[in-house]
């Protein structure tokens, strides 16, 4: 295993971070950790990364603990933190130059590794990183964190607050780079990325709900669910919420997503929601996704 995490514990005051966090990540492989802000996604890294010591627990990189072999352990791993950390006063030539200067290493030695990331760059290669967009300081955050050939990269949330084309080109880097056999552990509060990975684990409050397959989490939801729209959004939330023939509902942008028991049928809702006062009423089965597994498990959860 090239990343192996048993129990781990960390709390901040009286805030619990991580709540006795196990699991294992593979060689070569993409393991996503999907959860909302506030989850304990970076917490979870920086112990990982050796940057923050848990309270308990044990966790090994590439078979080196975290605490006892923390220098080798920052030799060996690429770390993209949330918030782009380069050096905003270099160019992106000089960012690399620096980074790849730390790890002994030269922009040549590695190129291979990089070429298809840093191409996208190379243009704007005398440009400050400050003056970067955010999908060219993605580009080189990632480039500067693969520079000395990583055994194991940790990306924290490096796809928010980027468009969506530049999200896209990301994950297409990251399925190259696990064609390398680098491991890549990926944290995001986007679950439509959930799909692009190996196995992902669902995180709330400092703990791990689910671990899996994206395509066995979904197969596994075992619901009817349907899709719901109406004139009045806000009154129909209200009015599903209260039918007793439906166990959970939730806003999805335009429309709710809702559960239902197998005795209601789509007829018998809209003839209660035209008794209710509603108006163009539009009732559809749909296939789960991520997210409605992700809501699902949370609200057995507090249940």
């Known amino acids: 295993m090239m990343v192996s995490v048993e129990n781990i514990h960390k709390k901040y005051d009286k805030i619990v971070a991580l709540n006795d966090i196990s699991f294992e990540a593979n060689a070569g492989e993409i393991f996503g950790i999907i959860g909302p ?19 308990s627990g044990k966790a ?44 002994n290493t030269t922009l040549e030695e590695n190129y291979d590794l990089i070429k298809d990331i840093y191409q996208q760059i190379e243009p704007f290669k005398e440009r400050k990183a400050g003056k970067l967009s955010g999908g060219m300081k993605q580009k080189l955050a990632l480039c500067c964190a693969l520079i000395h050939k990583p055994t194991v990269l940790f990306l924290d949330e490096p796809t928010t607050g980027v468009d969506p084309v530049s999200r896209k080109e990301f994950w297409d880097m990251l399925k190259k780079l696990k064609e390398q056999n680098i491991s890549i552990l990926v944290s995001t509060p986007y679950m439509d990325e959930a799909s692009l990975c190996d196995r992902i684990a669902f995180i709330q409050d400092g703990q791990f709900l689910k671990i899996d397959t994206p395509q066995q989490i979904v197969s596994q939801f075992g619901e009817k669910l349907w899709s719901v729209e109406a004139d009045n959004m806000y009154k129909l939330l209200l009015d599903l919420r209260d039918n007793s023939h439906i166990k959970s509902c939730f806003t999805f942008g335009e429309t709710h997503h809702i559960t239902v028991d197998e005795t209601l049928t789509i007829e018998e809702l809209t003839t209660y929601l035209s008794d209710k006062g509603h108006t163009h009423i539009e ?19 507090h249940e």
Do not use: W
């Not at 920052?74 to 905003?88: A, K, T």
């Not at 009732?283 to 959860?301: G, L, V």
């Open 37 to 55: 802000d506030g989850a304990g996604k970076t917490t979870l890294f920086r112990i990982l990364t050796t940057l923050l010591l848990a309270d």
């Open 60 to 103: 090994t990189v590439d078979g080196n603990d975290v605490v006892k072999d923390y220098k080798k352990i920052r030799q060996e791993i690429g770390y993209m933190p949330g918030r782009f950390s380069l050096y905003q006063d270099l160019t992106v030539e000089e960012n690399l130059t620096f980074f790849a200067t730390i790890f």
């Open 283 to 301: 009732i559809h089965a749909i296939e789960p996704t991520i997210e409605d597994c992700f809501m699902q498990i949370t609200e057995k959860k």
